[in-house]
């Protein structure tokens, strides 16, 4: 069974652009988290979809979104980025209902410049 | 609000030793928690989790962890460390009335584990 994929696994912006990441989930999976990772602020939650709906959202800017199609791929979107966006982007997708391990993907290293 | 708080940025420990990983929660409910092992350039993977009932859990690789109510603590342990246990490893908790599910996360600042042949 192929795990959670991320694409691209490396991305270089400059400041003011924006970027799109994307991730596909495990087969059969419906819910699909996004995670920053810092050296700072550590892992933070982003958002979560289920069945193409955001079910929860962390405390980030509205220049962060996300979205999640039909058959559970789910990209985000950074608009305007600034120097503090660089991170390790995570996603995590799980079966979504009841207590089921998230599996995370290799993440997405964004650099802005 | 739920927090995570791991004591200790950095544990070295010498190969064969003892791996003790402190995790202390706070949670108003009942938690559900979780500890990820992540290498480097790598996603996280999950290493064991404490849902209901025993509260000392088994997990992969050797390690495990018990669940203390009283000390709000769930502390990572394996009796007796392997180089290739060299990662750093997260402690997570994620509430319990949220429908059941697990879909948000909550983790600690994450503690790098050295081992030193």
């Known amino acids: 069974k192929a795990g959670v994929t991320q694409t691209p696994r490396y991305l270089i912006k400059t400041r003011g652009q924006q970027v799109t990441l994307s991730c596909s989930p495990i087969s059969g999976h419906r819910s699909v988290s996004w995670y920053q990772q810092t050296p700072g602020q550590g892992l933070q939650f982003l958002f979560e979809?289920?069945?193409?709906?955001?079910?929860n959202k962390g405390n980030f800017p509205g220049r962060f979104s996300g979205r999640q199609f039909s058959n559970s791929r789910s990209e985000m979107n950074v608009s305007t980025l600034e120097l503090g966006d660089s991170a390790l982007y995570l996603c995590?997708?799980?079966f979504g209902q009841g207590v089921n391990e998230q599996f995370f993907g290799p993440g997405t290293r964004l650099t802005v410049l | 609000a739920q927090s995570v708080t791991q004591l200790g940025s950095h544990v070295s420990v010498s190969e064969g030793a003892l791996v003790l990983l402190r995790c202390n929660y706070s949670s108003s409910v009942p938690p559900y928690l979780f500890w990820y092992v992540q290498y480097p350039n790598q996603g996280l993977q999950l290493l064991l989790k404490?849902?209901?009932?025993?509260?000392l859990v088994k997990g992969i690789n050797g390690f495990e962890a018990e669940f203390k109510k009283s000390e709000t603590s769930f502390h990572l342990t394996k009796p007796s460390a392997h180089m290739s246990d060299a990662a750093e490893y997260f402690c997570a908790v994620s509430d319990s009335t949220s429908g059941g599910s697990n879909y948000k996360l909550t983790f600690g600042k994450g503690t790098l584990l050295t081992v030193n042949p």
């Open positions: 404490y849902t209901t009932g025993a509260t």
């Open positions: 979809y289920f069945s193409e709906t955001q079910r």
């Open positions: 995590a997708s799980s």
